[in-house]
């Protein structure tokens, strides 16, 4: 089975987007704009391990047995 960079750049897209609670954040008028990027990184770099994980199931999805 061969995956192509394209699909698991599209997949670590797809991961990042579905894990940052964006409209929450965007639409709440009482956080401001340096405590939005600040909460718009951890959310980043907390969301890596399940894009990582993402990325394993389709590349060996015998490990999700």
Excluded: C, D, Q, R
Aim: glycine residues 4%; hydrophobic residues 55%.
């Amino acid at each position: 089975m061969k995956i192509n960079k394209k699909l698991i750049l599209l997949l670590a897209l797809i991961w990042f987007v579905i894990s940052l609670p964006l409209p929450w954040i965007i639409n709440n008028p009482n956080v401001s704009e340096s405590a939005f990027y600040t909460t718009l990184g951890i959310i980043g770099i907390m969301s890596i391990p399940f894009v990582m994980l993402g990325i394993a199931w389709t590349l060996k999805p015998e490990l999700t047995h």
